[in-house]
């Protein structure tokens, strides 16, 4: 069966190049031709016809009788005159192949064709079929249906390295842990304990605990919360949103259909099942939103044209490039101390934001676990001195991120 399955391709490839043989050299001979015909033959010149007509038509009407001798003759002298200036010219403005010379066309006419082949075997797809839009369509809903799940994904995916922690926070880290192993009902413990272990890089430990957090909270987990899960099950897969992170994603745009992380991920999901046109619906709105140094938009600036190209969508992207699906791939690749360097430039950023302009709780949470990972205690108190001012309005918003910064040890 794979036999003359592989015998039927080659026939079409070869019935392909045949066709193109054969119309490379229809189109060859047409521009040869056309070449010749600008070179110029004095028979086809319209001016010399004109004159000669002329002299034959002084020699009729000398004939009839129509006509003086005397007159004629001097007609036939103008005639002649002005026939030998039209041939003076026409030779003048010959073309180099005029003295009947093909060489010159010949290879222009070769350089043009080899070029457009050179050009296809590049940028074209020869040996492949036409695929209609219904097919590619049918195509992307068969990868859709048929993906890899979780078990699988994580099971082809390198383990990335973890973070190792400084001596402090190492320590706070193994009483979080015994804390909720004594406690495996404590929801704030688990919380806490499912993000620290994300940032760590141990995400088994961090879906565990994330998992039993989802389990007690039941139907009042955040959307946040559920988010949270399925990122865990992102980074796991190396980047690959699974069905099982997809199914929390749709969950959580059942209740907020306007959360940017959760569309931007299931843009992301579209952009993996080849449904480029989706993912730009999805990603496309996100970018004009903001705010500026969101995550999900510098992440969808480095993709955003990549998909939109796919798609077929006229769309250019102004502005420099930011990190994107491949370099988020990358960076599970850096050794421990690329890694590192990069998550303090990372926290450097978000850190640098929220002392000048303030941000959402979420964020101020992310940056005391942060900074309790890299083990800056200093920049911790900092922090949540000015956390204290920019959440004074949210006393149950700020009680969250003292708890965090106490786990953290940055509690005064």
């Known amino acids: 069966m794979g036999g003359r399955k592989l015998a039927g391709m080659m026939m079409d490839l070869w019935l392909f190049w045949a066709i193109a043989a054969a119309l490379t050299g229809m189109v060859a001979v047409i521009f040869i031709q056309a070449l010749r015909r600008g070179a110029g033959v004095e028979a086809e010149h319209p001016d010399l016809r004109v004159y000669r007509d002329q002299l034959v038509e002084v020699d009729r009407d000398l004939a009839r009788g129509t006509l003086a001798a005397d007159e004629a003759q001097r007609l036939r002298v103008e005639v002649s005159r002005r026939l030998l200036e039209a041939d003076r010219a026409l030779q003048k403005a010959k073309s180099p192949m005029a003295g009947g010379s093909l060489l010159w066309a010949g290879g222009l006419v ?49 383990a990335a390295p973890v973070a190792q922690p400084g001596k402090d926070f190492a320590a706070l880290m193994e009483k979080l842990r015994a804390a909720v192993a004594e406690r495996p009902d404590d929801v704030m413990g688990l919380e806490l304990l499912a993000r620290n272990e994300s940032m760590l890089g141990n995400l088994a430990a961090a879906l565990t605990a994330q998992n039993r957090l989802l389990e007690l909270l039941g139907d009042r987990a955040t959307p946040d ?130 002392m000048s302009e303030g941000g959402s709780v979420e964020e101020w949470l992310k940056l005391m676990n942060s900074l309790g990972v890299l083990g800056q205690p200093d920049r911790g108190r900092a922090a949540l001195a000015s956390a204290e001012k920019a959440l004074a309005a949210d006393p149950a918003g700020l009680e969250q991120v003292r708890a965090a910064a106490q786990a953290a040890g940055f509690a005064p």
Do not use: N
């Open 225 to 354: 919360q559920r988010l949270m899960r399925a990122q865990i099950l992102i980074s796991q897969a190396g980047g690959y949103v699974s069905p099982e992170a997809e199914a929390d994603i749709v969950a959580v745009l059942e209740r907020d259909p306007k959360h940017p992380m959760a569309r931007y991920l299931s843009g992301l999901m579209f952009a993996q099942v080849g449904r480029p046109d989706r993912a730009f619906a999805l990603w496309q709105p996100l970018l004009e939103e903001g705010p500026e140094d969101a995550p999900w938009r510098q992440a969808i600036r480095g993709d955003i044209q990549a998909v939109a190209d796919e798609a077929g969508i006229p769309f250019s992207l102004e502005g420099a490039k930011g990190p994107g699906m491949a370099d988020m791939a990358a960076a599970g690749e850096m050794s421990a101390e690329d890694r590192q360097a990069m998550i303090e430039g990372m926290v450097g950023q978000l850190e640098g934001r929220l």
């Open 110 to 158: 070769v350089a043009v064709l080899a070029g457009a082949l050179w050009l296809y075997d590049r940028l074209g797809a020869p040996g492949y079929a036409d695929l209609p839009l219904s097919l590619r369509l049918q195509m992307a809903e068969t990868a859709y249906k048929t993906r890899p799940s979780q078990a699988e994904a994580v099971a082809a995916t390198p």
